[in-house]
């Protein structure tokens, strides 16, 4: 498809929600469709998926294509990729069976495992689960201290904590699964935190790969919204060959999900160079201070472009 044919196209931008990232969502959504109107496209609209009549805009703007910038549940979680499916219209990232296998962690790792990509070793709790004494110290001396507790289906750090006294496990737990979901209590894999990202559907391939630098326990809620100049540094400072490994992994976990579009996968790469992941991100963030528009950029691909090849390849696969 030439660039004319391609900008003339439709797209309508779909961001907003009611999740946790409803917020992060609308930004991303406005700067994705800022971006495609620089890149010269001359029909961009923004809807809103918690607006009351969306599904009927969705239907009457006669779209060719749709631009998803939802993060969290309905979003990244297959539920907005079916929507799109029965409607018949192209859209940018993974499909149905991808998004929803990357959202659910267990899934996910289990993925990664048949893969050969080493993930930390965890429990996956039903909903309202309480331990007791007994479970909190079989638990401690299987995964050691600290512990991540995590929902296990959400994103963007959300619900997260680093249990560093057995006596708060359960306060954790409950906090994870406050929106009623299942919990998952992994071990603490330490070393240098990195994120790769991931574009392309057959031709996937990684960019460079940013190291995360945060002086907080973990990569949370704050750091992630702050300046990307004051977390981010592109190239991540490894060994050429655990580069090179990480980027493989990425590429990797890309296709064992069955992403398309892009991804981006966040590893700890442990004092002996292992690379190992934590999960793969289907929708990752679309603003100024997000992941993989720095990486991009590093890569020499400017916002503009990197929001229309992700149309290309919608397009491409429909």
Not at 85 to 106: D, R, W
Not at 122 to 145: I, S
Not at 221 to 236: Q, R
């Amino acid at each position: 498809m030439d660039r004319e044919q391609l900008t003339s196209r439709r797209v309508v931008v779909i961001g907003g929600g009611w999740s946790d990232e409803r917020e992060i969502s609308l930004e991303s959504a406005t700067e994705v469709r800022g971006a495609l109107l620089e890149a010269g496209f001359t029909s961009v609209d923004l809807l809103d998926l918690a607006e009351k009549d969306f599904v009927r805009t969705l239907v009457a703007g006669n779209y060719d294509v749709a631009f998803v910038a939802l993060h969290g549940a309905y979003g990244e979680d297959g539920c907005i990729q079916g929507l799109l499916e029965i409607l018949h219209i192209p859209y940018t990232f993974s499909g149905v069976a991808a998004s929803a296998a990357a959202s659910e962690k267990q899934i996910a790792k289990a993925l990664f495992a048949a893969a050969g990509i080493r993930a930390p070793r965890g429990v996956d709790l039903p909903v309202g689960a309480e331990l007791t004494a007994e479970q909190v110290d079989e638990l401690v001396e299987e995964l050691g201290l600290p512990l991540f507790v995590k929902p296990a289906a959400n994103g963007s750090s959300f619900g997260i904590s680093r249990v560093t006294d057995r006596a708060a496990l359960n306060d954790a737990i409950a906090a994870a699964g406050a929106a009623g979901g299942r919990v998952l209590v992994e071990e603490c894999v330490e070393g240098m935190e990195i994120t790769v990202p991931v574009i392309g559907n057959e031709d996937a391939h990684a960019l460079p790969i940013v190291e995360i630098v945060t002086g907080a326990e973990f990569y949370d809620l704050k750091v992630k919204y702050e300046p990307s100049s004051l977390h981010h540094v592109i190239p991540a400072r490894l060994e050429p060959g655990v580069y090179a490994r990480a980027q493989e992994l990425a590429v990797r976990a890309h296709k064992a999900l069955g992403c398309r579009g892009c991804s981006r996968s966040d590893f700890i790469v442990t004092a002996a160079g292992e690379p190992v992941i934590l999960e793969t991100n289907t929708i990752p963030g679309m603003t100024a201070n997000s992941l993989l528009p720095d990486s991009a950029r590093h890569g020499g691909i400017e916002f503009p472009e990197l929001c229309a090849r992700f149309v290309e390849c919608a397009l491409g696969e429909a």
